[in-house]
């Protein structure tokens, strides 16, 4: 991230590829609206494994990039993980400034749900 | 290699023109013209031979006495000395003063700050396509009004005002009258012998001059005076002290020159440019002007489209470089105050992308943009859940 560019290369990555953007059929979903964004979450099971994930968001790049890297990193896993996610510990790993925490609180909110 | 970037923010600053860049650089480079222009040794008096210049071809593209312009920094200081400079100077007269909320930051801020001191403020709302309706105005003005501080060329929306019509009803109520004209000195034809205008900023880098240098007009009518903002120095006739920056006043003075002769077929291509985009994009669904179209500055379009936001857009269309609401503002992710006064939602506020262009703009970079600007909404669209029912 250079000193004039508002995103890191992680964030631009993310956005540009946005492979896990879209609905699931089945499986379980949460959305949520608050914080001037919206984010919808859709996951299916494989037993107590996260078979797929996948997200729609309205909002900055930061929030699409989140919640891109979230599926990528959380397919495969077991569901019982989704109660550890972290915002804040995405938003170090993506290089996420400060300011964008409340929208990112509200994905760790939308996963968090997801997950009971 | 770089990436090929389509610039579109020439809103935000225009490049330097070449002619221009060529002078610049032989008078940081020639030996000869480096002195003070202060000094009254012969070197010294070539240097103020360059200023003189420089404020002759200004004067001439704005229709006024050389004497009556000072050499700021740019616009935003212009701003500060015209509206604090003039209010300090008549306060014991009144301390009312009059603007709007779709001035540039640089004006309304000034005004705040003025408004901490003890001056009263009353802000004038734009009707939704931008402009001032002067009734508004005449029912503003009091006995205590003092001055009453209108862009000419609204830097987000490129709307136009009636200059003329706003400036003779602050001049038959003996108020100030400052325009901040960033957007249209060497962009549209100014004559200030025959406008109404007391008080007028503008800067060299937004018609293809160097960052760094503007100008303010005072039309030294009784009563029209400014108490200076900086102390130290003799020059400018002690309204602005300091030694005069003399390769960026020649520079402006060579843009304002340049441009007096280009106006009309810069507004031609300008228009061809924008009749072109508009063309181009308006067929999208939830598709909004931002403006007013009989009342624009051909080269700046502002539109929004809704359920798209407006961060996540500027970053899809990449390289095209655009901006959402003033591009001195775009690290500030507020919706536009300039929109929201005009009535925008926050949601239409947020989406607002201002395409603004240029002499170097060409058909096929419009084209380019356009087609990236599509495709990013679409793209954003179909990231987006629905919106709650």
Redesign the interface.
Known sequence: MSENDPYSSAVRRLFADTAHAGRLAGGRSVRLDRQGVRIALWMTLDGTRIEALRYQAWGCPHLIAASEAFCRDYEGRPVSELGGFNAQSLMQSLGIPVEKTGRILVLEDAVRSLGT | MSERTVYLDYAATTPVAPKVAELMTRLLTSGSDFANPSAVHPAGRRAQALVATAAGQLADLLNCDPQQLIWTSGATESNNLAIIGAARYRQKRGRHLVSMPSEHKAVRDVLRALERDGFELTWLAPDESGRLNPESLKNALREDTQLVSIMAVNNETGVVQDIEQLGQLCRDADVLFHVDAAQAVGKLPLDLAAMPVDLLSLTAHKFYGPKGIGALYINERPGCHIEPLFFGGGQQRRRRPGTLPVPMIAALGCAAELAKGRIPADLKHLESLRDQLWQGIRNLDGLRLNGDPEHSFPGILNVSVD?V?G??LL??MEPVCVATGSACNS?D?EPSMVLRSMGRS?AAAQSAIRFSYGRQTRSADIEFAVGHYIQAVER?R????G??A
Request: proline share 6%; glycine share 0%; no cysteine.
């Open positions: 359920d936001e961060e996540s970053l899809a690290q992710r926050d954003l179909a990231l987006a859940p919106q709650a």
